[in-house]
Nanobody
Framework: QVQLVESGGGLVQAGGSLRLSCATS????????MGWFRQAPGKERDFIAA????????DYADSVKGRFTISRDNAQNTGYLLMNSLKPEDTAVYYC??????????????????WGQGTQVTVSS
């Protein structure tokens, strides 16, 4: 069992930056790949980025490529999502998730067995 807790969300102006954190507890964080997703009101949960357990490989949605960076610190059992050049359309609840397949870079939510509670990110124009 892995417990995940997101933090770092908030209100930011367009063009600004935020760094989200995903703190984990329970079984070894380094055994899981990790993903970030977001969900805007009335919309489906969308893939943002994924990282393998070692951090050696990453993948991004086209909508955030070049602006967002996913990373992790296995020693601290924490994952991160650095978001730069934020746009109003980035407004959503952001979730981190863990996948037992340590090598996976999947964009499908159904393959992630563990989820955090989400953190709100609001980007004003």
């Amino acid at each position: 069992q892995v417990q995940l807790v997101e933090s770092g969300g908030g209100l930011v102006q367009a063009g600004g930056s935020l760094r989200l954190s995903c703190a984990t507890s329970g079984r070894t964080f380094s055994s899981y790949s990790m993903g970030w997703f977001r969900q805007a009101p009335g919309k489906e949960r969308d893939f943002i980025a994924a990282i393998t357990s070692s951090g050696s490989s990453t993948d991004y949605a086209d909508s955030v490529k070049g602006r967002f960076t996913i990373s992790r610190d296995n020693a601290q059992n924490t994952g991160y999502l650095l978001m730069n050049s934020l746009k109003p359309e980035d407004t959503a609840v952001y979730y981190c998730a863990a996948n037992r397949n340590k090598y996976a870079l999947t964009s499908e939510p159904k393959y992630y067995g563990y989820w955090g509670q989400g953190t709100q990110v609001t980007v004003s124009s």
